[in-house]
């Protein structure tokens, strides 16, 4: 066969069984080239494992777990648009993005801060993959992540006082009580309350 049969029937396979088709895949396949070097959940799945390697000393394992919820629902963004279980680096363009930036919120009712995250965690991995000389452009530069500011209203003293006196029905609502009151006379967010160890508590000078 001549050179363009050659490709014309690798272009035609990757059609007949719905895979991810351009220029760039049909060389690497023809060349021989490794082409899941360059693929986004492969790269993901990588940073995912050296990320773990730092937790807990540098990382939390909350943080940690968000990488692996977006990496999954990138997943299954992939296989439901695409067909395939794994998307090259190099395919990826805004459009690309955005598409992912629709199905969180419309799969998953996301709110749009929520989805944000989640675009900031994929920009996170993708950027790894540019310092690592894997893919050249930066399809996330062009995309603008909408979000909204959270309107967290606050409660009043007399508001605090109700809780504080209220008797709860169980041990476990008494202690889910201690730890909202805590929060609230603290400023502490949930995530460095659940992290306090008895190491953390010291007398103060006063």
């Given at each position: 066969d001549s050179f363009e049969d050659n490709i014309t029937k690798m272009y035609e396979e990757k059609v007949k069984r719905l895979e991810?088709?351009?220029?760039?895949?049909?060389k690497n396949e023809l060349f021989s080239i490794d082409d899941r070097k360059m693929a986004i959940l492969d790269h993901w799945d990588e940073f995912n494992k050296t990320y773990a390697l730092k937790v807990?000393?540098?990382?939390?394992k909350a943080q940690l777990d968000r990488y692996i919820k977006t990496r999954k629902r990138?997943?299954?963004f992939i296989k439901l648009k695409f067909h395939t279980n794994d998307y090259p680096l190099t395919l990826i363009t805004t459009g690309f993005i955005k598409d992912f930036y629709d199905y969180l919120i419309l799969t998953?009712?996301?709110?749009i801060n929520t989805v944000a995250k989640h675009m900031q965690v994929f920009h996170?991995?993708?950027s790894q993959a540019i310092?690592?000389?894997r893919v050249?452009?930066?399809?996330?530069r062009p995309f603008k992540c909408p979000t909204q500011k959270p309107d967290r209203g606050f409660l009043t003293k007399q508001e605090i006082n109700l809780i504080w006196n209220k008797q709860m029905t169980s041990e476990r609502l008494e202690q889910i009580k201690d730890v909202f009151l805590f929060s609230c006379l603290?400023?502490?967010?949930?995530i460095a309350v659940k992290q306090l160890t008895p190491k953390n508590i010291v007398d103060g000078q006063d």
């Open positions: 991810p088709v351009s220029a760039i895949l049909l807990p000393k540098y990382y939390s990138l997943g299954d998953y009712k996301l709110h996170t991995v993708f310092d690592h000389g050249q452009h930066d399809p996330f603290t400023g502490f967010a949930y």
